[in-house]
Nanobody
Framework: QGHLVESGGGLVQTGGSLRLSCAAS????????MGWFRQPPGKEREFVAA????????YYAESGEGRFTISRDNAKNTVYLQMNSLKPEDTAVYYC??????????????????WGQGTQVTVSS
């Protein structure tokens, strides 16, 4: 099935920004919704954002609304999550995921069939 590989995580101060990337190898992203989830330490994995296969529809959890932007470049087989105005509560391992079906902007884990390995985001102070 190939791989989804996240990158771009790191340590940033409160109010800073990061851009996460999710690169697909061995498959095309086109025709599949993509999502970002995160898992804070000791907590359940939670939905962050989703984007439709064409990029025309986006859906965000309230936690990131107004601060996060999901985008995709199907020609590059890459999905992005731009995170601005970061807060300590954004600290988590961030995962990208490919939708199990080629429609919508799903927000539930069970609607995604393929996952990356995650990248750590730590927001200090």
């Amino acid at each position: 099935q190939g791989h989804l590989v996240e990158s771009g995580g790191g340590l940033v101060q409160t109010g800073g920004s990061l851009r996460l990337s999710c690169a697909a190898s061995g498959r095309a992203l086109s025709r599949y919704a993509m999502g970002w989830f995160r898992q804070p330490p000791g907590k359940e994995r939670e939905f962050v954002a989703a984007i439709s296969w064409s990029g025309g529809s986006k859906y965000y959890a309230e936690s990131g609304e107004g601060r996060f932007t999901i985008s995709r470049d199907n020609a590059k087989n890459t999905v992005y999550l731009q995170m601005n105005s970061l807060k300590p509560e954004d600290t988590a391992v961030y995962y990208c995921a490919q939708g199990a079906q080629p429609w919508g902007t799903p927000s539930k884990m069970e609607d995604y069939g393929y996952w990356g390995q995650g990248t750590q985001v730590t927001v200090s102070s």
